[in-house]
Every structure is written in C-alpha cells, then in structure tokens.
C-alpha cells in the first residue's frame, strides 16, 4: 500500500510537468491558428458552407425532380399502352386510364341501356317504326361521342405527358442550376473550413490539457490509497454472459411479433378476393361453391367426364349443382356465368356446370355468348364455324346446335368473330333462339364475355332468370369486382351467387376448412372406386 502511494505521487508529478510543457506548446498553436482563420476571412470574405437553408433548398428541389420524373414515366407507360392500341376501340375502351374517364363509363352507361331497349322493344315494333328508328339513332350518336369521348382521353393522357416532361425539365434545370451555386461556395469556403476546423481542433486539445493539469494537480497533493481488500477472490463457473436462455426467449418474442406484424400487413396491403366471407362481405352475394385448382399444363380445361380430374374437382361442381338447382324456380331455368375481367375461369365453369346438370339428367343447352374470344367449341372439341354469329345473322340455322360427348349436353359455339357482337346479342333473332331453346331444354347456360371488358354480358343478363358470377381466389380484384357486381344490378340482373375458383385447398387447408373438408371427399371417393 505504501509503494501505491509512492507509485501515485511519483507518477502524479511526472505528468504534471509534461502537462505544463505540453499547455505552453498548444497555447501557441491555438493563437496561430485563429489569427490564420481571421486573415482568411477578411480576405476571402469566406463564411461556412453548413447552410440549412441551402441544404434544405438542395434537398426539396432533389425530391421535387424525383417526383416529377416519376409522375412523367408514369404519363409516359400511360400513353405507350394507348398508342399501342389506338386502332382497336375494343382495347382502348377497355385501358385503364380510359375506363377512368368518367364521360366513357357515363357514355358505356348510356349505350347499355339503349341497346337493352332497343332489344325490348325490337320484340315489339317493325324496323321502320319511329321508336325503334329513334332508340337506333340515339345508339349511333352514343358510339359517335363514345369515340369523341376516347379520342378526347387519349389527347388528356397525351397533355398530361406533355406537361409532365415540361415540369419535369424546369426542375432539373433548377436543381441543376442551386448545384452549382453550392458547388461555387464550396470552392470558396475550402480554405475557411479547414482553418476553422484546426483552430476548433487546438482549442479542445488546449481545454483538455488545461482541465487535465487541475486534476493532478490537486491529485498529487491528496495522500489517498485506492487499493483494499474488499472480498476475496472467488473463480467464477458460469459465463455472466451470455445469457442464452434469455436471448432465446427474448428472440421468439422479437420473431413472433415481427411475424405477427407483418401478417396483418400483407393482409390489409392484398385486396384480392380469397375467401367466402369477403364474398358475403363485399359482394353482398351469397357462394354457391368452392373449385379447387388443378394442378396441370397450362391452359387445360379440365371436363367432369376426363379421367384425369380428381375426385374434389367432381365433387365441387356437384355441390354447385345442387345449390343452382335449389336457387332457381322450375320455370326459369337460363343461366349466364360471367366474372369481373378474363382469365378468372368462367367458361370452365360454365362447361363443368353444364356437364354436371347433364350428368344428372337434364337436357342441357351450352351457348358460347362471349364471341370476342370463343372458348366453348376448345373445351369440347367441336368446331367454330357455324355457331351463334351466322345463326343470328341468318346464314345458319339448326345445324350449329351440336351434341357433345356428354349424354343429355349439347353445345351452340360462338362462330366466327363478328364487327359488333353487342349488335347481335341486342337483336330479337337472338331473344327468338333463346326461347326456342327453352322450349326444348331443360336448362340453356349462356358463356357471357367478363363484365368490364365489354358491354355484352349486360345484354345477356338482363334476359336471363339468373346470373352466375365467377371470381378467381388470389386473382380478382375486389374493388372492380364491385364494379362488377353494380354494373349488373344496374342491368336488372338476378344473382343466383358466386363460384370462388381455383381455390388452392392444399396450401390453404386450415383457412378453407369450414367450407370444405377434403378427408371427407376422399373417404367416400375410395369407397365408391373399391
């Protein structure tokens, strides 16, 4: 203990005169170098760079560009897309910046409602009749702004491209132009900042001495001993860290709220319609089934009566059989399946519907209404040409109306692609076939084109006892779903209710679970093969 106080004071003194040479040293470098800083800036008149208002000038014009090059590309993919399809009016109409156009939804609106009274009072009235003649006028000026109206969105978009480029070049200049005057004060303020940058580095060093002299000196002239026995050495056995049962249990916490957490992200972020309840909740439409989703070549529509679709494919179109047949009246039995946009699988499910009513027992008529792009005669395997196009137009008659493989099922195909198919699904020859059909069928199903695509499934529809409406499960889009659904109404048309398709029951076993229970399925289906 005695040496520790000889060590203490010993080392005491040794720093205190290294102290004081080393504070006369700095001394004289801190005068030096704020008498250099001063020169410098009387000179130079050279003030810091570290400017919030320049920085935050900088920085606003550098996000104001970013958003205006953002808004410019968007106005730019826009535009590509309707130059791409400008000649095809059918496209054009169906682009997403000209379905926003409220004048082309009120003008699509207009004509839909002309065309179904044009249709009902064709059923009326001669060709030559003033009404008719006045409904068919007001149908022709309708398409005329229609096409005024789309010309007029594309020349919008354009404008709005224009004026995007335009704002998007000012603001690059503009930035371009604070750039360089930032660049001009940094030029000048290089010598000022790093004299001030010296002469704030001598002063902390000058101040730090200065304090560290005081405290040994007064350090030197306390006779204090820190050194004592406090408790006796033990060695230790266990690792104080880490704790790795603590930073177990403390990571599962982390990792399950983080899980959590992102769960109910995705979930508010995905506005896909996956389930039964957003159906009933979103659609206000009660679901007639589920169909689960086959796994297969692309493309392949697979048929009740194939080999190779599975056993809980069957069974769902039967369950949607069933719930068809205790939704509708004895009398009115014609159906149209339809769905928001293409691809959602509604001429499958058409097909299969028609198939398993058929398979029961039923004379069933299948029809391919959706003459912009035909699917039926594919699925069947029957030919194209002729089918309801010439029927209608007069240059076919019986002959398109075609027995398939399936006893009791027979199919009308879509013929070939005519200029204007809403024209011919308005027209009374087409209401006459219908109800020649009723009288000898038991069921007719209408494959109807989607419903926001074009105007034709309205028109069909609006003749028809019920509507079948098809959703895709992690595809459809709920909000034009919605649309949908209020497009039809508008239309007059009953909902029978909704086939969620292509439900993947294997990845999503526990979420379908009230609604479908596969190891049930499967038990009865060994048992009916045994």
Known sequence: I???LQFKFDASKDAADWLTNQLDAQRKNVEETELALQRYREQNNATSTNDPEVIQRLSGLNAAVMEARTARLEKEAALTQLRAIQHDKAALASAPAVVANASVQRLNQELADLQRQDAQLSRQYGERHPEMIKVRTAIQQIRQKLDAELHNAVQAVEGEYVGAQAREESLTRELEAQKADVLAINRKSIG???LERDAASNRQIFEALLQRAKETGISSELKTN????????????????????RDLLFGVMVGLVAAIGMAFLFEYLDNKIKSPPEIRTYLNLPCLGLVPRIAGKHGSSPLLLNNGAPDSFAEAFRAVRSNVLFSVSPECRRLVVTSTA???GKSVVASNLAAGLAMAGHRVVLIDADMRRPRVHAIFDVELSPGLSQLIVGSAKAEVIRRSRIPNLWIVPAGEVPPNPAELLSAQQFEHFLNSLSARFDWVILDAPPVLAVTDASIVAHSASGVVFVTSADLTDRNAAVQAVSQLRSAKANFLGVVLNRVNLSRNAFFYAPYYRRE???????ALRS
């Open 520 to 526: 049930y399925t499967d038990y009865y289906s060994r």
């Open 342 to 344: 293409p691809r959602e």
């Open 226 to 245: 820190n050194i004592r026995i406090a408790d006796p050495a033990d060695v230790p056995r266990v690792p104080i860290s880490p704790n790795k049962q």
């Open 192 to 194: 000022y900042a790093a």
């Open 2 to 4: 005695e040496r520790n």
